[in-house]
């Protein structure tokens, strides 16, 4: 007679192996094999969700692997532990992909030709590595403050190609053009005959003597003509306050 009791659940201590060691562990099997990179860049994606695994509270040992396979054509893995501890040995089986990632910066939105890029409209991600090419940008620093060469569309991995500096001075715009030598700065007066960036070289017209000379873009509206010729005290003495 049952007296009405129809379960009984017994409950005892153990110690759990959860969904994450199970995916470290199947990363740790991969890693610097077929051609994987460490384990931190590996995404491991299951085929089914894992679930816990339970085993003896005094068993301290880890997964083992008992049998292994990898395609490097679809990135598909099959992957067979021993479960330590206990007495039958209990096998359990996992499937699915595992990925090299590297950091990569993405757009969070799309992005038009001519745009100046912020912080705001980036986010770094782990992108699969056969997206990642010598001409991804990899290093936000690379991308923010930067103009858009064409329509620029949201989480995809750009090309050096696909962005350029903003312009800092534009052609035919009146320019502040600095003259530097150690202990002397001068100003005056330019016509930018060119677009540039900041660091490029362009050429630029000296509105008092219309001599063009060639400088560096510094700032917005700026441009640096730095003296590649050493002076001394008595040529300093002699300098005015414009130049050709």
Known sequence: DTAGVTDIEVTRSAREITRREIEQRVAKSYSGQYGLGEVSKLTITFEREPRSILVDPQATGDLQVVRSSYDPRNSRFDVTF???GNYTKQLVRYAGTVVETVEAPVLVRPVNRGEVIRSSDIVVERRPKSEVTVETITSPQDIIGYTARLILRANQPLRRADVVKPDLVKRDEFVTLFYQIPGI?????????????EGDTISVQNVQSKRNVQGVVTGPGQVTIMSAVPTTAADNANVTGSFA
Do not use: F, N
Not at 190 to 195: F, I, N, P, Q, Y
């Open 82 to 84: 021993s479960v330590p």
């Open 185 to 197: 700065m001068l100003t005056i007066r330019g016509k930018a005959l060119e677009s540039g960036a």
